[in-house]
């Protein structure tokens, strides 16, 4: 998964949606914090789409249990799966030991890293979001900001950051969670984002403000995001 260009990814904890997926999706971010017994799951896993795997922190909106080191070795384990194609960690994870030695067992497992930054409940400045991104791209393959807007000045800069930072050469993918920067997940790509994440069905959401796979799809596709 080279992320050279924009990846759709239906959000599930469920793999057993990757059927339903594969007409609008490029990839299945599976969800392990919010899946039953998630490595059960990857062992029976037989769909045509790669995946994106997630065991999201507590902290950043997940519902993972556990400790840090157990977290995160759940995410090392999925990587040996053939069908993951990339893992997402968040970058104040990256940052720490254990999470930079789970970044390298990852890559030497032939999986890209997304480092993640997930803010519920604001937008940070333009420069703030701007050197979260750069630090995020620096630690990952692709660089991922989920920031919560309450305005469309608050959209505005998620977009203006993602094209300063397509511009400097980083690999993104940035979205505006909540209903004011909601339009953010089908406008971004067209500044560079290299990742959508939405749900096959609108009440399954894993974030504020999605739009369900199939809208997403039919948006992006109409403004030219791939």
């Given at each position: 998964?080279?992320?050279?260009?924009?990846v759709?990814?239906?959000a599930?904890?469920?793999?057993?949606?990757?059927?339903?997926?594969?007409?609008?999706?490029?990839?299945?971010?599976?969800?392990?914090?919010?899946?039953?017994?998630?490595?059960?799951?990857?062992?029976?896993?037989?769909?045509?789409?790669?995946?994106?795997?997630?065991?999201?922190?507590?902290?950043?909106?997940?519902e993972?249990?556990?400790?840090?080191?157990?977290?995160?070795?759940?995410?090392?384990?999925?990587?040996?799966?053939?069908?993951?194609?990339?893992?997402d960690?968040?970058?104040?994870?990256?940052?720490?030991a254990?999470?930079?030695?789970?970044?390298?067992?990852?890559?030497?497992?032939?999986?890209?890293?997304?480092?993640?930054?997930?803010?519920?409940?604001?937008?940070?400045?333009?420069s703030?979001?701007?050197?979260?991104?750069?630090?995020?791209?620096?630690?990952?393959?692709?660089?991922?900001?989920?920031?919560?807007?309450?305005?469309?000045?608050?959209?505005?800069?998620?977009?203006?950051?993602?094209?300063?930072?397509?511009?400097?050469?980083?690999?993104?993918?940035?979205?505006?969670?909540?209903?004011?920067?909601?339009?953010?997940?089908?406008?971004?790509?067209?500044?560079?984002?290299?990742?959508?994440?939405?749900?096959?069905?609108?009440?399954?959401?894993?974030?504020?403000?999605?739009?369900?796979?199939?809208?997403?799809?039919?948006?992006?596709?109409?403004?030219?995001?791939?």
């Amino acid at each position: 998964m080279e992320f050279d260009s924009l990846v759709l990814a239906a959000a599930t904890a469920d793999l057993g949606d990757e059927p339903a997926a594969r007409p609008h999706a490029d990839a299945v971010e599976f969800r392990m914090d919010l899946a039953a017994d998630p490595l059960a799951a990857l062992d029976d896993y037989d769909g045509d789409l790669p995946l994106i795997v997630t065991n999201r922190d507590p902290a950043e909106g997940g519902e993972a249990t556990g400790t840090e080191a157990e977290r995160l070795d759940a995410l090392a384990t999925a990587s040996e799966y053939d069908a993951v194609g990339a893992v997402d960690i968040e970058l104040a994870s990256l940052r720490e030991a254990v999470g930079a030695s789970v970044a390298e067992t990852v890559r030497e497992n032939g999986a890209r890293v997304i480092a993640s930054v997930h803010d519920f409940e604001a937008t940070p400045s333009e420069s703030r979001l701007n050197d979260l991104l750069a630090a995020a791209a620096d630690h990952g393959d692709v660089g991922k900001a989920a920031v919560t807007a309450t305005d469309r000045e608050d959209a505005l800069r998620v977009l203006s950051a993602t094209h300063a930072a397509t511009a400097r050469g980083d690999r993104v993918a940035t979205m505006a969670m909540g209903e004011a920067g909601r339009h953010t997940r089908a406008v971004a790509p067209l500044y560079g984002s290299k990742i959508g994440y939405a749900p096959l069905d609108p009440d399954e959401a894993t974030a504020p403000g999605q739009y369900d796979l199939a809208t997403l799809a039919d948006l992006v596709d109409r403004l030219g995001g791939r």
